[in-house]
């Protein structure tokens, strides 16, 4: 068993089953399936979001490997991820609870607590209405920079988010938000994978499933090539020769995932 409490929850549960306590928080459920469960709860005034896992089962784990996909087993993902990310000094959620149970990987009982990113806005958000009113150029540059500052020393870190979409960075809005003077956080680490090194593999998904959350946002070809320059941080025509058969599968990647969108909406 592994239990790591920090300021509420290690007074809050002081003598208590902690992983009956969780099971036992009251909040806003956003999610609610046989085996998770994530809601925002408060203590003393201040939120905190919710994770719950309750194990997939065999049979969930088999059906995600014959699909080849990587089934999420347990909050340990997200703590990994959230852990590494700060130790490389990218702005993302502070853990303040972690447990997890039981031996059985398909039957773990785990969570994470999070603190509340507030107040914030998601970057999808914040550019929903840029193709038909442009944001002010120095401000789109600024946000197009640091998003592949971000995602770049994520993955140089080796953690790959498998959910890399603009909606999973949060704008923090406590203070005017200028070209100069804003923050970034990098939510939604349940499926993120933390590896020694990213593999080529893993990262081009990333880089494909965030190309495809922005084309509908307006981005011109130097918008693109920006993002480029700062996620390689090499001379852009080093970029084009060097990483040419990418940029040429990101396209259609992102355009199949785009297609499968207007297929079935929000079902993708």
């Keep these: ?12 549960w002081a003598g208590r089953d902690a992983f009956e306590a969780v099971e036992a928080l009251d909040g806003q459920v956003y999610r609610e399936l046989e085996n998770r469960r994530t809601l925002r709860t408060e203590v003393d005034g201040r939120g905190y979001f919710v994770k719950i896992h309750r194990g ?4 969930e784990v ?6 080849a996909k990587l089934p999420v087993l347990g ?7 959230v ?13 303040v609870a972690y447990g997890e149970r039981g031996n059985n990987p398909a039957m773990q009982h785990s969570f994470i607590i999070t603190e509340e990113l507030a107040p914030t806005e998601s970057l999808e958000d914040v550019s929903l209405n840029w193709r038909t009113e442009p944001p002010e150029p ?3 540059r600024a946000y197009i920079a640091e998003v592949a500052r971000l995602v770049g020393m994520m993955h140089r870190a080796g953690v790959n988010h498998r959910d890399c979409y603009i909606c999973h960075f949060l704008l923090h809005t406590d203070k005017p938000v200028t070209p100069e003077d804003f923050k970034l956080s990098v939510i939604d680490l349940h499926r993120a994978q933390t590896r020694p090194a990213i593999t080529q593999r893993w990262r081009n998904k990333d880089l494909a499933a965030l190309y495809f959350s922005a084309m509908d946002i307006g981005l011109t070809r130097r918008d693109k090539l920006r993002f480029l320059k700062g996620y390689f941080q090499q001379p852009l025509r080093q970029i084009l020769a060097q990483e040419s058969a990418l ?6 990647k992102a355009e199949k995932l785009y297609q499968r969108k207007l297929r079935y909406g929000d079902a993708l």
């Design 247 to 252: 940029l040429s599968w990101l396209e259609g």
């Design 83 to 95: 852990n590494r990310l700060h130790e490389v000094g990218v702005p993302t959620m502070t853990a």
């Design 1 to 12: 068993m592994k239990l790591i409490l920090a300021e509420p929850f290690k007074s809050l």
């Design 62 to 67: 088999a059906k995600n490997l014959l699909t």
């Design 56 to 59: 997939i089962g065999w049979g």
């Design 138 to 140: 120095r401000m789109k």
């Design 75 to 81: 909050a340990g993902q997200e703590w990994e991820a």
